[in-house]
């Protein structure tokens, strides 16, 4: 029950957040914002380091205002006051709640009242990629009470501070990158023909937390003669058997970052079509990863990864995306396909994920995780084997 | 590795979903509502009896259009259709996504146009213990594209729907608090003095995974000397002592239901203050449990707990509460609690959980989850010791 890497402690020194507050300050003033508004639970932890598993309740809404300039303020409810004062966090507001009728609205509208105008607009996360985690009438209220402040979208300003990782950062994702290598390279000893997926998934999950992960929110485990027909749903009671191909998926955590990627088993022996898919899609995500260099646009990961399917004969795939940006969540902006455009940055996490349809119902879909430096691309997960392990 | 009720298959029948959607029908007439739109997860599954864990990536969103006549409409992602056509949905549409410049909007609102009209007014999750599970912008954008029909807020319609319970929901309810009694029963074998609360966090995760549950969303482990100062966040490296109360809550989930009760142990000698703050929390659980009949108020639960706690010298707490509904959510509607005003209906599940804080810093929180029945409460969990367990 220990961690890999023992020397990497939980939590973040004040310097950490105080150098994530002041970049978020620079693009709030490039945005043309008096403040951010933050309510989804890792942004809510990005900037204030307070971390609880309470949030799995839908109940009670939470604030944290970043202004443009000072400290950030906390507007949440009286249960999480105790714990939120061990946070670097010194100016903290609460309410009783829940209070249906009043939960932080007119305290959230006080505090953003008090903010220094200049530009007159306040960020809240109303767009892509972003559940707004308080009820829509709530938001509503808190527009109708404002005067002089405009409530508008800020996700692209906050994406753009979160996309780019810290060394701190970077740091929790490659471990619990490499903790789940490990489990991964552990399978073929842990499970075998017979056993159903949810067995399967099971033993992998709990194998998983044994290595050191805090929790394993995201565990597909799909199976299918050759291939997979999908690969968001999963684990069934289907069986593993033999000429099967069985993949995982897995999100998993440690101080709050997420590692996200997967990995392909044959079951016994599978066709040499088979065999030719596992190939075209590793060396799909070889080109991928050699892609992700300072400058390349998102864009261009897909193309070269795409021009390696077309080239093995892919019927294409309905994931849409070969890949996206990971840190505090499963995936993040930006998405490696054609159009997104970001331009890739030092410091951007980066899943690598090519996938193909080489039969009807036959998929392969390959995934690592990888930190873009100014050197090039370094993986963070350990590499798939180009050959499938066999599982007996 | 196997469940503790294997006769207890996955998934449900058709006639559950038929039964789900009449039941829905019905409400939507009285609120006047000529559709609902789903697109929270457990909503979506609710209707559909889809289930995937993809929905941990917030990236594309998923609707479930339920209209006041005829069958449920799907409008997802194309990822997600070949899962989705194996389940009772029909008519299912599907966009290319990720497509930030149009995510489903289009095709919502086209759905939404071909809705029958009586009301004009379409409810969506825009209300108490709701975060619509998609970009606020967007829901804008269909707001705009709709003529003749009214996006109005649907929570409490569908907070009605969900609140009373079906005879196969209560038993996966049932189920998942069996598993997690029996892994608490056994947490004085698992633990000791001298782990850290990370590591018997880690320890109990795998117990009741290995017991039967598919996953442990909640799992808030915290120490303190006679009691915790806190409840909701934690583990922490805090290592645990002699004279320590030991806290344990989780919500851990079967085919999709929660349990959501704690469970306190003392580690070693606790003074006798602590064992009679221990023994009227228990007698409040007592109170909690006989008030919860179909007839009587949320409001009243409170106040019988609340008198219990009040002549045993409570110095308040700050949860807000003493109890909610429970379900497909760790906390769903309704709140024990002063003014919720919520009667009591057979089908209910309810947690009770009282709490104080007995000394200054020093809380205990108790809590059973139960189902209301015409014949009165019957408990989900196995009952907590009424004097405390003892950790070694």
Same mark, same amino acid.
């Not at 260099?293 to 390349?296: C, F, K, L, T, Y």
């Given at each position: 029950m220990t961690t890999t890497n023992p020397e990497l402690e939980y939590g973040f020194p004040t310097e950490e957040f105080e150098m994530r507050v002041e970049r978020a300050q620079r693009k709030m003033s490039s945005h043309e914002l008096d403040a951010i508004v933050l309510t989804v639970p890792p942004n809510f932890r990005y900037f204030s380091g307070f971390e609880s598993q309470f949030w799995e309740s839908p109940t009670r809404p939470w604030f944290i205002v970043v202004p443009r300039e000072g400290s950030p303020v906390a507007v949440v409810p009286e249960i999480g006051a105790p714990q939120l004062e061990e946070t670097w966090i010194e100016e903290i507001h609460t309410w009783p709640a829940p209070r249906p009728e009043d939960d932080g609205v007119s305290l959230l509208s006080s505090v953003l009242s008090d903010v220094p105008r200049k530009h007159g607009r306040v960020g809240m996360e109303l767009g892509r990629e972003h559940s707004l985690r308080m009820p829509v009438e709530d938001l509503e209220s808190v527009r109708n009470s404002l005067s002089g402040v405009e409530i508008v979208n800020g996700s692209p300003c906050i994406w753009e501070i979160r996309m780019v990782k810290t060394d701190r950062e970077v740091d929790r994702i490659r471990h619990i990158c490499e903790i789940v290598s490990d489990a991964y390279a552990n399978v073929p000893t842990l499970i075998s023909a017979g056993d159903s997926e949810r067995e399967a998934c099971r033993k992998l999950r709990i194998d998983i937390l044994r290595r050191g992960a805090d929790s394993v929110p995201f565990l597909p485990g799909i199976s299918g003669p050759g291939g997979v027909p999908q690969i968001v749903c999963g684990p069934r009671d289907r069986v593993i058997q033999d000429g099967d191909i069985l993949f995982f998926d897995s999100g998993s955590t440690f101080d709050g970052y997420f590692s996200d990627f997967d990995r392909n088993y044959a079951v016994g022996d599978v066709s040499d079509e088979t065999k030719r898919a596992q190939e075209a899609v590793w060396q799909a995500t070889e080109a991928g990863i050699q892609a992700a260099?300072?400058? @390349?646009k998102t864009d261009d990961l897909h193309r070269v990864m795409g021009k390696v399917l077309e080239e093995a004969g892919s019927l294409g795939n309905n994931v849409g995306r070969f890949g996206h940006g990971l840190g505090m969540q499963l995936t993040e902006p930006p998405s490696n396909m054609p159009g997104d455009g970001t331009v890739i940055k030092a410091g951007m996490v980066l899943t690598i994920e090519p996938g193909m349809e080489? @039969?009807?119902g036959k998929m392969i879909v390959h995934e690592e995780n990888l930190v873009v430096t100014e050197d090039g691309p370094v993986l963070l997960t350990k590499r798939a084997p180009r050959e499938l392990p066999i599982i007996g």
């Open positions: 260099v300072v400058g @390349a080489y @039969a009807p």
